[in-house]
């Protein structure tokens, strides 16, 4: 069975985000005095083939542990559905 | 006595070393491309600079996966000397070779210019003949070099004196206003806790050469040649 995973990546709480800090400097200078804290990751989606859906997720687990996300840097968490 | 120089797609400080060691230092060179699982009886290795793999992902994500490192891992595991410039310091820390992680520069600009660091431990096979007090003039170029590591992780590098440079001004002074890029503690380099596997965002190979009217990078690869023949020497007998 197909499977399709989606992903997002982000830089952990306690790091700076340099890109998300300069997007929200820009949001004040363009009106939206009303956002802050914006922080910017990855969005990631994959097709995978397996025999459940359990076994669909316990590999893109692996995958974001061993290369779409690194854990010193990025927490990750993902959903996977029936393609 | 052979350097290997890896070359992985994107790489473009490749033949810079190459060029230093050969030309400059007069030492023997060989060129390992990512493709192949073979060092070519290299005694220590090189990652060089650049943009592996366009630096799709992280820096260094995609290159830690290829073929060569399995096999720079595992001479790396037996002692074997590697050092990784820039993206190969990224490289090694992906790999887990090194400890921490390079982010994006605190100011999200890409960053070139000429800094000055100064050696935290110069007892390492890379810093030997490093004085503490003598700050050296070499140039930076990255955008990705902020360096990270967790707190504990931090004060284990302490303990086992594995911080090799932190940047400073031109009188080794290390302040927060000389930090190019927001690295925690100004660290520019670091090693592992066995001291055989060397990272650091600088890039010694670009102030090596006379013509370049800065030479003050030439010292660490002396340091390195230094220790790579004493190790020779040591294995042989």
């Not at chain 1, 340099?18 to 997007?23: D, S």
């Not at chain 1, 009303?34 to 990751?41: A, H, K």
């Not at chain 2, 052979?2 to 030309?23: A, K, Q, T, W």
Request: contains cysteine.
């Amino acid at each position: 069975m197909k499977f399709i995973a989606e992903i997002n990546v982000m830089p952990l709480k306690n790091l700076l985000d340099p890109q998300g800090k300069a997007v929200t400097k820009s949001m004040t200078n363009i009106g939206f005095h009303e956002i802050s804290n914006v922080r910017i990751g990855k969005h990631i989606t994959l097709e995978i083939e397996a025999e459940s859906k359990e076994q669909a997720m316990e590999k893109v687990n692996e995958a974001c542990n061993k290369i779409l996300a690194n854990p010193i840097m990025e927490g990750y968490e993902y959903t996977v559905r029936q393609a | 006595m052979r350097f290997g120089v890896v070359i992985f797609p994107g790489s473009n400080c490749d033949h810079d070393v190459i060029y230093v060691l050969n030309e400059v230092m007069e030492q023997d060179v060989v060129e390992l491309w990512h493709k192949d699982a073979d060092l070519k009886k290299s005694d220590a290795v090189i990652l060089p600079g650049g943009f592996s793999y366009g630096d799709y992902l992280r820096a260094g994500a995609i290159a830690r996966y290829s073929p060569i490192m399995e096999k720079i891992i595992e001479f790396a595991k037996r002692g074997g000397f590697v050092l990784g410039i820039c993206n190969g310091f990224q490289i090694l820390c992906e790999a887990g070779l090194l400890p921490g992680a390079l982010l994006h520069n605190n100011h999200q600009k890409f960053v070139c210019k000429n800094i000055y660091i100064v050696p935290d431990n110069n007892a390492t096979p890379l810093t030997s003949m490093l004085d503490k007090n003598k700050p050296l003039k070499i140039p930076i170029a990255h955008k990705e070099g902020r360096y990270y590591a967790p707190n504990d992780d931090l004060m284990t590098m302490r303990q086992n004196h594995q911080i090799l440079f932190r940047y400073c001004d031109k009188n080794g002074e290390i302040s927060e206003a000389v930090n190019p890029n927001g690295s925690v503690e100004n660290i520019a380099g670091v090693c592992n806790a066995a001291k055989n596997v060397f990272g650091m965002m600088p890039h010694p190979e670009r102030a090596a050469d006379d013509e370049l009217g800065i030479t003050d990078g030439r010292i660490i690869f002396e340091s390195l040649i230094r220790a790579v023949k004493d190790k020779r020497i040591s294995t042989s007998n």
